[in-house]
């Protein structure tokens, strides 16, 4: 990990979590994705799942083993979203510590290289993978967020660290090779 930027995602998606390419992930010889929830899976202030992001957790299933990780408090908020999903969870993870990262890849049963990270956040998502050597996705929330304070930490983290942007649509990949 020496010389790593461990803010710096794998692969950056100019869109939401949905239009994460299987093949890329293929490619890396991933099996396993780790789920961020809020504004990666689900708009913060949404109660359920929109339909594109259903569809694509269905078509993810195929390929990988899926497990969501949250620092969201609220159990039974995340356990109801995971439930309509159907995917294992963790909530209260406390990223980017990578106490729960670890408990899922036990779970899971495979070695961090094998497993990728999806969220929107560089200083949770992003540097917890990149801290424990799973390959890291940037995506972008699935709608607008109701809730000002992820646009806003979103804001700053893109303005401390300005060398992390977004890949131009049909890009499929920026950031590490």
Same mark, same amino acid.
């Given at each position: 990990?020496?010389?790593?930027?461990?803010?710096?995602?794998? %692969?950056?998606?100019?869109?939401?979590?949905?239009?994460?390419?299987?093949? @890329? +992930?293929?490619?890396?010889?991933?099996?396993?994705?780790? %789920?961020?929830?809020?504004? *990666?899976?689900?708009?913060?202030?949404?109660?359920?799942?929109?339909?594109?992001?259903?569809? @694509?957790?269905?078509?993810?299933? &195929? !390929?990988? $083993? +899926?497990?969501?990780?949250?620092?969201?408090?609220? $159990? *039974?908020?995340? !356990?109801?979203?995971? &439930?309509?999903?159907?995917?294992?969870?963790?909530?209260?993870?406390?990223?980017?510590?990578? $106490?729960?990262? $670890?408990?899922?890849? #036990? #779970?899971?049963?495979?070695?961090?290289?094998?497993?990728?990270?999806?969220?929107?956040? +560089?200083? *949770?998502?992003?540097?917890?993978?990149?801290?424990? =050597?799973?390959? *890291?996705?940037?995506?972008?929330?699935?709608?607008?967020?109701?809730? %000002?304070? =992820?646009? @806003?930490?979103?804001?700053? !983290?893109?303005?401390?660290?300005?060398?992390?942007?977004?890949?131009?649509?049909?890009?499929?990949? #920026?950031?590490?090779?």
């Amino acid at each position: 990990m020496a010389g790593k930027n461990l803010l710096k995602p794998d %692969l950056i998606v100019a869109g939401p979590v949905s239009d994460v390419n299987f093949a @890329w +992930l293929k490619q890396r010889n991933i099996a396993g994705l780790i %789920l961020d929830l809020d504004d *990666t899976l689900l708009a913060l202030g949404e109660q359920s799942v929109n339909t594109r992001v259903v569809e @694509w957790v269905a078509r993810a299933r &195929l !390929e990988f $083993r +899926l497990y969501i990780v949250s620092n969201n408090p609220d $159990r *039974t908020f995340i !356990e109801s979203i995971a &439930l309509s999903l159907s995917l294992p969870f963790i909530n209260r993870a406390a990223k980017p510590s990578r $106490r729960a990262l $670890r408990r899922v890849l #036990q #779970q899971m049963q495979l070695p961090p290289e094998r497993v990728a990270i999806v969220g929107d956040r +560089l200083l *949770t998502d992003v540097l917890a993978g990149n801290r424990l =050597g799973l390959v *890291t996705v940037l995506v972008e929330p699935p709608g607008p967020s109701r809730a %000002l304070r =992820g646009s @806003w930490l979103r804001a700053v !983290e893109r303005f401390f660290f300005p060398d992390v942007v977004v890949a131009r649509p049909g890009d499929p990949s #920026q950031g590490r090779s």
